[in-house]
């Protein structure tokens, strides 16, 4: 027992060690890269480059490329999309976890069901309805189809951890005269907070890094997203890949921000689970 403590000691580092490179090394390398001049990169891309950095390949970005006009647009859309997802998926998730009524389960079902249709499939028809209706070309066409992608995702994860919550809290808020929305905002949401922070982290990332949905909908060029534009800037500009490194590693600071920020809070919400 002894040597089997031991030796899942010295392995369990070693794996956690291992995965922490591989994640973090592609950060590193395009760091790097760049910094370098474009004779640099290709007389060796592995090397640490030479004095002076190029920063002007990021300034390049920022004045040439508007890069930060492309952060508010992949924001705005990031940010609506995660509002939505955690307004509607509370609601639904609680009423699914701790309501019973006739037809519960086959709603639950029919829901969880549209995570196996394929994105590609609904898209022709979600293009022809917003057309209709003059969505094509906003922000809104972009964030009804992340909301009806992600809601089932979001309502599966949210509803196995609400279940979780004692129902003798939420009886003891009921008789102490607490509404459906007092409950939910002081029992449910208090005791769901990993799951809801979980949820922050993983559809800002989602939404920020797709390149699909936004490329369809958003066909103006004012209200690209930061991945539409990357995509066009790597199809243009394949001989400055200095440039595009620039611009892959600050499209990848705010979502390493989101994960940062929330992801301490998870803990912290399992810990205040536990506690209540």
Request: hydrophobic share 55%.
């Amino acid at each position: 027992m002894t040597r089997r403590r031991k030796l899942k000691g010295i392995l369990l580092p070693l794996l956690l060690g291992i995965l922490t490179v591989s994640f973090l090394y592609p950060l590193y390398y395009m760091l790097i890269n760049s910094l370098k001049t474009r004779t640099d990169f290709f007389t060796n891309q592995f090397n640490l480059p030479h004095a002076p950095l190029q920063f002007v390949n990021y300034t390049t970005m920022i004045s040439q490329f508007k890069i930060l006009n492309l952060f508010k647009n992949s924001f705005i859309i990031s940010a609506c999309t995660v509002v939505g997802l955690l307004i509607i998926g509370t609601f639904a998730s609680y009423v699914f976890a701790k309501y019973r009524f006739k037809g519960r389960s086959v709603i639950y079902v029919a829901v969880l069901a549209t995570m196996f249709i394929p994105s590609q499939v609904t898209i022709i028809p979600l293009y022809v309805l917003f057309s209709k209706i003059g969505l094509v070309s906003t922000y809104w066409s972009v964030v009804f189809a992340y909301l009806a992608l992600f809601l089932p995702e979001c309502i599966l994860l949210m509803t196995a951890n609400f279940r979780s919550i004692i129902d003798e809290l939420l009886e003891a808020a009921e008789i102490d005269g607490c509404s459906y929305l007092q409950k939910v905002g002081n029992v449910v949401i208090p005791m769901g907070r990993a799951a809801i922070f979980l949820s922050i982290i993983f559809y800002f990332i989602m939404s920020w890094n797709d390149l699909f949905t936004p490329m369809i909908f958003l066909q103006s060029m004012e209200k690209r997203t930061v991945m539409v534009a990357l995509a066009a800037l790597m199809g243009r500009y394949t001989g400055a890949p200095t440039l595009q490194f620039a611009g892959l590693l600050l499209s990848a600071v705010p979502a390493l921000i989101v994960y940062i920020v929330f992801q301490k809070n998870i803990i912290k919400g399992l810990s205040l689970g536990a506690i209540k």
